[in-house]
């Protein structure tokens, strides 16, 4: 079944410590999206890479950078994670961008800060 | 902007009575409109989408929205609650893909 992975499930980090998370995708879309979702918060976007073009959401620290080598992966790296970055983060991708397309969402992972 | 308001943080209903969670959005253009759901410690699941045509949309699990442009309203029922439908839900309106806006949520109880 076509679908959107996102490994690890959980993750424990330590404060300072760089973490990267990992999405894949074996729907062909061209877009890619991360989210960060905190506890009982609604999904706040972080950025988008449409094809190999990067949209950084203005309001998204620098701490977060993310990376998309080719069409199926794409990393969220958090260079000096702090306590506040505890968080549930999503990807989901996008056939298309504008309109109505669907974004399909992965299982998310959670980070833990220690 | 657009923006979306889900009118109730929390619903609890009986196994087996209807549920409505309500949901009422913002835009100046002709917006698409999602409903999504998430169990816990689990990723966003589409329930069903309105992109402009009918305006009453059937979605999985037997969930159903209408669009009503007048009270620019966008409600989700199900005529018969399940255990299974305990989770989270989440009212989406976009204008563009990738300028989606997310309502605060709604957390539904199912009571035996």
């Known amino acids: 079944d076509a679908m959107v992975i996102q490994n690890p499930r959980y993750q424990v980090t330590q404060f300072g410590k760089p973490v990267t998370l990992s999405c894949s995708q074996t729907?062909?879309?061209?877009?890619m999206y991360w989210y960060q979702q905190k506890s009982s918060q609604a999904p706040k976007l972080l950025f988008h890479?449409?094809?190999?073009?990067?949209?950084n959401e203005a309001d998204t620290p620098d701490n977060f950078q993310s990376r998309r080598p080719n069409t199926s992966f794409c990393f969220l790296d958090i260079r000096s994670p702090g306590l506040g970055d505890a968080a549930m983060y999503l990807c989901?991708?996008?056939?298309?961008?504008?309109?109505?397309?669907?974004?399909?969402f992965g299982p998310g992972t959670r980070l833990t800060v220690l | 902007a657009q923006s979306v308001t889900q009118l109730d943080s929390h619903v609890s209903v009986s196994e087996g009575t209807p549920v409505l969670l309500r949901c009422n959005y913002s835009s100046s253009y002709s917006p698409s409109l999602f409903w999504y759901v998430q169990h816990p410690n689990k990723g966003l699941q589409l329930l069903l989408k309105y992109t402009s045509a009918a305006t009453l949309v059937k979605g999985i699990n037997g969930f159903e929205a209408e669009f009503k442009k007048s009270e620019t309203s966008f409600h989700l029922t199900k005529p018969s609650a399940h255990m299974s439908d305990a989770a989270e839900y989440f009212c989406v309106v976009s204008e563009s893909n990738n300028d989606m806006r997310f309502g605060a949520g709604t957390r539904l109880t199912v009571k035996p």
């Open positions: 729907l062909n879309h061209n877009v």
């Open positions: 989901a991708t996008s056939r298309d961008r504008g309109g109505p397309d669907t974004q399909y």
């Open positions: 890479y449409y094809d190999k073009d990067f949209n």
